[in-house]
């Protein structure tokens, strides 16, 4: 065995070595992304359970607001069914921006209930309601930064597969395409900054 065999059969050994470190790296990052959309999935459950018992909570008091009532149920079982169907990690962009969509109309019947209960004292002191708001809350700021962790681990794995010498091989290793953020409506809006004037 010559010189040059054993430099070609390192090489080649060198090679195969990282290629399937590629193949790792890919993997690895895109169980990291979905390992944290399974983060925004317990969240959004959770709030999902809350909703009905704060629905519950209102409807003792807010006979008069049935509308609203129904508008929140609706829109918290359009969304709980969105983000069953995100199962299985197939997260696309088409089911992706389903569930924007309807965590978008969710937010704003979960707003147009809060505006309306400004209404009704009684029930914004109820003890029930108060707690059951406050996990609401807490839930809502977990979802912000469970979202965000998801679109991190997205742009980890987007850039890597982008990247020379991965992006020649990505697709063959069953990685064909970009993985896609999940951006909800508020976080799309760009807040102007109000008008201050003497």
């Known amino acids: 065995m010559g010189i040059m065999t054993i430099v070609f059969w390192l090489v080649l050994l060198g090679l195969v070595i990282y290629i399937i470190t590629i193949y790792n790296t890919l993997v690895t990052l895109k169980n990291r992304y979905l390992n944290a959309f399974s983060q925004i999935e317990v969240q959004l459950k959770r709030r999902y359970d809350l909703i009905p018992n704060l629905v519950e909570t ?4 807010m006979a008069h607001e049935r509308d609203t009532l129904e508008a929140v149920t609706s829109a918290r079982n ?4 969105a983000l069953k169907s995100l199962g299985a990690g197939k997260l696309d962009a088409t089911e992706l921006g389903k569930l924007a969509s309807a965590e978008g109309a969710l937010r704003g019947a979960l707003g147009k209930l809060s505006v309306t209960m400004e209404a009704y004292p009684d029930l914004k002191a109820n003890e029930n309601m ?3 708001s406050e996990e609401l809350t807490t839930t809502e700021n977990r ?15 987007n850039t890597y597969r982008q990247s020379f010498p991965p992006a ?3 697709a063959r290793f069953g990685h064909p395409d970009d993985a ?5 409506e508020d976080s799309a809006r ?8 003497f």
């Open 58 to 61: 209102a409807k003792a008091y």
């Open 78 to 81: 359009d969304a709980a069914a």
């Open 130 to 132: 108060l707690q059951l």
């Open 143 to 157: 979802v912000a930064f469970a979202r965000q962790g998801f679109n991190d681990a997205v742009m980890s794995y």
């Open 168 to 170: 020649l091989l990505a």
């Open 180 to 184: 896609s953020l999940l951006q909800f």
């Open 190 to 197: 760009i807040q102007a900054a109000p008008k201050v004037s």
